[in-house]
C-alpha cells in the first residue's frame, strides 16, 4: 500500500525557509508515470497547487510562488523535500503532499495523499 507523511517544523518565523519531507513507502519516486506534488490549504481559501517533481527528475512550479519554491527529491530514502523561502503569515496553511499523473491540459490526477501538515508563521 502506498503512503505519503509529510513532516516538518509546524511554527516557521516570518522570512525564514520553511522545509518539509514528504516521506513515500510502498512505491519508488522514481517509478514511470508518477509525479510528486505539493498543495497547500490555507484558512477559508481552496486548495493551492504549489509545484511537482516528476520521476525523471524534472520540477514543476506555480508561477505564483516559482521565486519562493525548491522541490528535491533523495532517491536513496525515497522522499520529496519542498523548500519555501521567505515566508509570511499568508504562507500558513495545511500542507500536503501528493501522487498523480499528468492529464491532459497539464494538470494532475492524484491517487494518494500523505495526511498533511499543519504549517504556522508567525513570530
Known amino acids: 500500500q502506498v503512503q505519503l507523511r509529510e513532516s516538518g517544523p509546524g511554527l516557521v518565523k516570518p522570512s525564514q525557509t520553511l522545509s518539509l519531507t514528504c516521506t513515500v513507502s510502498g512505491a519508488s519516486i522514481t517509478a514511470n508515470v508518477y509525479y510528486w506534488s505539493w498543495l497547500r490549504q490555507a484558512p477559508g481559501k481552496g486548495l493551492e497547487w504549489m509545484g511537482a517533481?516528476?520521476?525523471?527528475?524534472?520540477?514543476y512550479y506555480s508561477p505564483s510562488l516559482k521565486s519562493r519554491t525548491a522541490i528535491s527529491r533523495d532517491t536513496t530514502k525515497n522522499h520529496v523535500t519542498l523548500q519555501l523561502s521567505s515566508v509570511t503569515p499568508e504562507d500558513t496553511a495545511v500542507y500536503y503532499c501528493?501522487?498523480?499523473?499528468?492529464?491532459?491540459?497539464?494538470?494532475?490526477?492524484?491517487?494518494?495523499w500523505g495526511q498533511g501538515t499543519q504549517v504556522t508563521v508567525s513570530s
Open positions: 501528493a501522487r498523480g499523473v499528468r492529464v491532459v491540459g497539464g494538470s494532475y490526477e492524484y491517487d494518494y
Open positions: 517533481i516528476g520521476y525523471s527528475g524534472i520540477t
